[in-house]
Structures are given as structure tokens and as C-alpha cells.
């Protein structure tokens, strides 16, 4: 039997990083997501309605790791866009800070457009048309 859980959606998502410092920098600076808090090895931001928790290296952190969409665990995190000038705009920000991204693009599956660009940690993310 299913176990049909009743939930109203994400409370947060938690993303180890390498460099804390340069997480917070690059989300909150550069993006321009509201920081929330600090805490012990942890910082706290808002995207959206959706609390993102940045945590920085400890020691069971293998030297060197880098995210990879082909390991078990997250492919890529997409945050909802209801606007077609927002995503142009964002695209073209994207570029002009240089941070790596793929360009406007049309996903042919499900009929929308997106840009998707990675953090410093190469975590890999999606401005999806909703």
C-alpha cells in the first residue's frame, strides 16, 4: 500500500559546496538570491518561495569532488519561470556575469524554454519556463 504522503510542496533543498565562501558569493551576490542566515559551516537563501541551505566541506568530503549529473543523487535543481522576457533577461545576465550556461534553449519533450548554467561547484541548474 502506498504510503500517499500529504505534503504542500519543497521546505528546503541542502547543497554540500566545496568553498562556502564562494557559494554564498556566487547565489547571493552574483544571483541575487536573499540571504536568510549563517550558521556553523552553513549559510541559508531564498529562491523563490523555496530555502536553500549551502553547506561547506567537512572532512568525509573527498579531495577535489565535483558534482556530476551521472551519479546517483540530483541531476540538476530548476527553478520555475512564468516569464518569456525574465528568461531572455536572465539569459543574457547569465552571459554578462560569465557564468557558464547553455543559451536559451527549447526542451523538445516537454514544449518549453530554459537556460541552464552551473554553480562554481558545477551543480548544474535550470530557469524553466512554468
Not at 29 to 41: E, P, R, S, T, V
Not at 63 to 77: L, T
Request: aromatic residues 8%.
Amino acid at each position: 500500500m502506498a504510503i500517499q504522503m500529504k505534503t504542500s510542496g519543497v521546505h528546503h533543498i541542502s547543497l554540500r559546496v566545496s568553498d562556502l565562501k564562494r557559494a554564498k558569493k556566487f547565489y547571493c551576490d552574483i544571483l541575487g538570491f536573499k540571504h536568510l542566515m549563517d550558521a556553523d559551516n552553513l549559510t541559508l537563501f531564498l529562491a523563490g518561495g523555496t530555502a536553500f541551505g549551502l553547506r561547506g566541506p567537512t572532512a568525509e568530503m573527498p579531495k577535489g569532488d565535483k558534482f556530476s549529473p551521472h551519479r546517483v543523487g540530483v541531476d540538476h535543481i530548476a527553478l520555475a519561470c512564468t516569464d518569456a522576457s525574465e528568461l531572455k533577461r536572465v539569459t543574457a545576465a547569465l552571459a554578462a556575469a560569465g557564468i557558464e550556461n547553455t543559451g536559451a534553449k527549447r526542451d523538445e519533450t516537454l514544449g518549453k524554454d530554459y537556460v541552464a548554467f552551473k554553480d562554481p561547484d558545477r551543480i548544474a541548474w535550470e530557469f524553466y519556463m512554468a
